[in-house]
């Protein structure tokens, strides 16, 4: 078996890790005005997660994803900078964080180690200290969730409560092969776009990027309703040339398959489209729900071709050709 299987199957007992991890962090004694998200990758899309959650649930606090090297505004002493990066050693993380250390900004350093970590010690900045020797991707519910229990604490996010919080960690221990297995039989071969709205547009790029570094294959997402004022033409002309290549995929729960916006861009498309439905039992526990099978589907899709879903040999030459370039002028 794989890593990345080895991992997934411990999802559940990340998540309670990462709860406890955040309900007990006592560094962060303020409630922010403005939480931003720092990260790439699978660090960065929490950010995304918690923007949909936010954008449910309603927050004490704005939510932004940052995913890059440059903050592209200046920090106030209400923002709270959660600065991630499982490995520590993200490049543009790392400048990122050390432009927001020249700027005082308010951090909270989520990692398993590496520079960030030095950097954090060094900095004095709260820090909360991920389990070691796992895949960045792979440890998504001990972040997400330990975030989550931070912002329960410290009354951010008032709608969502510990029982509730433990309610949508036990989704994890739910058996979703067949359904994943189907799904993956759907998409193989294809060129999927993935189509989804607000609460569960992150769920539709986790399955983007699930689908790109665990079984090496190229899809997109579009976001209802925007997607309706634009690319639903190109789509319409690409299917008059690729209809067999392309599978269309909706992702969603509740709030997206009963949405006027959906149900008219169905009928505007007028074809086929497999539903991904992640339930009716709550947004939190859908969109956890949708990360674990885009986990298991991109798994299956990876046992299908035959391919090592733990290797990300492009990723690894992007980031020795930065460092190489770079070298320690950006820390």
């Known amino acids: ?9 411990k999802w559940y007992e990340l998540a309670k890790i990462g709860l406890e991890k955040g309900l007990n962090e006592e560094c962060i004694d303020f409630s922010p005005r403005e939480i931003v998200i720092v990260g790439m990758g699978g660090s960065g899309i929490v950010g995304n997660t918690l923007e949909d959650i936010s954008h449910f649930y ?22 709270l900078f959660i600065v991630i990066s499982y490995s520590g050693n993200t ?32 900095n004095k ?21 330990s975030i989550l229990g931070l912002l329960v604490k410290n009354n951010v996010l008032r709608a969502i409560n510990n ?23 759907e998409a193989k071969d294809k060129i999927v776009i993935f189509i989804s709205s607000k609460p569960y547009l992150s769920v539709a790029i986790r399955f983007k990027n699930d689908f790109a570094e665990n079984s090496k ?11 309706l004022h634009n690319s639903i033409e190109g789509i319409n002309r690409l299917l008059m040339f690729y209809k ?14 009963n949405n006027i916006f959906y149900e ?16 009716s039992d709550g947004v939190l526990n859908e969109i956890v729900r949708g990360f674990k099978l885009s986990g298991l589907v991109s798994l299956k899709l990876a046992s299908i071709y035959d391919i090592d879903p733990d290797e990300t040999s492009s990723i690894d030459v992007y980031k020795e050709k930065l460092s190489s370039v770079l070298g320690n002028r950006s820390f």
Not at 217 to 227: C, D, K, Q, R, T
Not at 244 to 257: A, E, N, V, Y
Not at 268 to 274: Q, R, S
């Open 125 to 145: 900045s709260c820090m909360i200290k991920l389990t070691p020797k796992l895949l960045p991707r792979g440890d998504f519910p001990e972040i997400f969730y």
């Open 91 to 122: 490049i543009e993380t790392l400048s990122a964080y050390k432009q927001l250390l020249e700027e005082n900004a308010k951090t909270l350093v989520i990692t398993s180690g590496g520079l960030l970590e030095k950097f954090a010690i060094e």
């Open 58 to 79: 309603g927050m004490n606090a704005k939510v932004t994803t940052v995913k890059s090297n440059v903050i592209p505004f200046k920090p106030d002493e209400r923002s």
């Open 244 to 257: 067999d290549r392309i599978k269309i995929l909706s992702i969603g729960g509740k709030m997206l398959f």
């Open 163 to 185: 029982e509730k919080l433990h309610s949508s960690i036990e989704v994890l221990k739910e058996d979703l092969e067949n359904y994943a297995k189907n799904i993956a039989n």
């Open 264 to 279: 008219s861009f169905k009928e505007a498309l007028n074809l086929k489209i497999t539903e991904v439905d992640l339930g």
């Open 217 to 227: 294959s190229i899809s997109f997402v579009e976001e209802i309703p925007e997607f």
């Open 1 to 9: 078996m794989n890593k990345l299987n080895k991992i997934f199957e």
